[in-house]
């Protein structure tokens, strides 16, 4: 299991309340799921409308749990942002 660094922004941010955090997690969903446990309700929902970055890589369409996470990375967890 890898320790890493959730980061949130904009909506994801506001919604989880907090700027970023630690998790224990050996892929994008096993950290994605561990965060939604920790703030049910507005980020949960927020959560499907992001994108992601992995130690600054898209994620895209890739499936989650098939995203490998390494110890010390980072996650962005990226809102739609208006603008242009």
Do not use: I
């Amino acid at each position: 299991m890898a320790k890493v660094t959730v980061r949130y922004w904009a909506a994801a941010k506001a919604a989880a309340g907090v700027a970023e955090e630690p998790h224990d997690a050996a892929t994008l969903a096993e950290a994605l799921q561990a965060a939604r446990e920790r703030h049910p309700g507005e980020f949960v929902r927020v959560l499907q409308r992001c994108s992601f970055l992995v130690d600054g890589d898209p994620v895209g369409t890739r499936g989650h749990e098939t995203v490998r996470l390494a110890d010390g990375g980072t996650v962005e967890v990226l809102p739609p942002f208006a603008g242009g």
